[in-house]
Structures are given as C-alpha cells and as structure tokens.
C-alpha cells in the first residue's frame, strides 16, 4: 500500500488578503485589462457599423430616417461611444506602459484622475471639494508616473475618510513649481496603507518630485513649465 506525507508539508491556508497572494493577484490586472480593451473594442466597433447600416435601411424615400426611430438610433449610437470613452479613459490610469519624459498637464489629469474615482467617492458618500487652477503644466521624467501619483493619493484620502466628510483637492502654481494637494478630515489617524505611502514617496524621490505627508495633507510639488 503507497503512501504520501505530502499534505502534512502543504503551508496554513492563508486569507486572500495575503501581501504575496495580492501583489501575484493584481500583478496580472494590467495584462489582463489590456486584453479587455481590446477584445471589447471589437464588438463595439462591429455594433458601430451595423448600426449605421441600420440607419441607412430605415432611410424612406426622403433620405432620412423617421424621427421616432432616430431618436433610438442616436440613443444606440451615444452610448456606444460613452462605453468606447470610459474604456479608453480607464485604459491610461490601468495599464502602465511607461512614459518618456517630457510635459504633462497637472490640471487636466487631476481633472481626469477625479473622473475615473468619481463612482469610488460616491460609494463612499466622500463630498470632493476642488480648487484646480488652469493650464498648471509640469516637466516629469516619467509622464505616465503623473496618474499613479493622484490616484494613490486620492484613494489614499478616500480610504481615510469617514462617509459625509470632505476631500478637499488643490492644483495650483508657486513661481517655478506646482502643487498638487489632497487634504482630507482624518487628520492624525493611524495610516491605513503605509504600502501606498511609501510606493510614492520612493516613486517621487526616483522621479525627482518632492513628496510631503503630513496627518491629513498629502502633497506634491513639481517643477512647472
């Protein structure tokens, strides 16, 4: 009769909050929305153009197509570019596929990087206040790198917020550089993800962009174009 001690050498199960099992598991997250996009953009693009061919054949002899079902097609039609939109927004804040350095605008990817948490902040009934000045331009030798400096610092805000509370979001200029600055109402709470903290603080000192933490500010300051 044969047998095994193998399973007496197999480790505790762990909880999937493991740091090694969630840093394997959301390693393969990039490679894998990737993919997603583009498996989802080619049904999109085909649904796209039998709908215009739908549109061509309820044409009447005006050349135009009944109102009634106009507003429908338009309907169809909006929504397949909202979905290819989202994709795409969604797309340069999930695959890292890094930058070259060179220009970035601050304030459009503050903007950008509030859109793609927007559904975050409301789920966790967190009100976001903004003071985002125009136009703030900075030089970064990764430009990619910009995105992941505000996602990780908002979500770290959100993380830490109670629902109802405020998140307040600042872009502004001060003569040769600028700041981008998240305050939130936690003040002196224990950190919940030091991990976080300093995956951005190593990332800014490798990039050159001074990082400053403070209870419930979190800071950067960029050089300004």
Excluded: W
Excluded at 28 to 46: G, K
Excluded at 197 to 212: N, P, Y
């Amino acid at each position: 009769m044969v047998t095994s001690t193998a399973v007496s050498s197999v480790p505790a199960v762990q909880e999937g909050s493991d740091p090694v099992v969630g840093a394997a598991r959301y390693g393969a997250v990039p490679t894998l929305m990737d993919s997603l996009l583009h498996d989802v953009r080619n049904p999109l693009n085909a649904l796209s153009i039998n709908l215009e061919v739908l549109a061509e054949k309820l044409k009447g002899e005006a050349g135009q197509v009944p109102p009634s079902q106009e507003k429908n097609i338009k309907a169809m039609r909006d929504q397949i570019q909202r979905v290819d939109g989202i994709l795409r927004q969604f797309s340069d804040f999930i695959v890292f596929r890094g930058g070259a350095s060179g220009e970035a605008s601050l304030s459009d990817t503050s903007r950008r990087s509030l859109d793609v948490l927007a559904h975050e902040s409301r789920r966790r009934r967190i009100k976001v206040q903004t003071a985002l000045e125009a136009d703030v331009r900075v030089r970064l030798a990764d430009t990619q790198e910009l995105s992941f400096f505000l996602v990780q610092t908002l979500l770290r805000a959100f993380g830490r917020s109670e629902a109802g509370s405020e998140v307040l979001v600042t872009v502004r200029s001060e003569g040769t550089y600028a700041v981008f600055e998240v305050t939130d109402s936690a003040g002196n709470a224990p950190e919940q993800a030091p991990d976080v903290v300093a995956a951005l603080g190593l990332r800014a000192a490798q990039l050159g962009v001074e990082f400053q933490i403070r209870a419930g500010i979190c800071r950067f300051i960029f050089t300004r174009v």
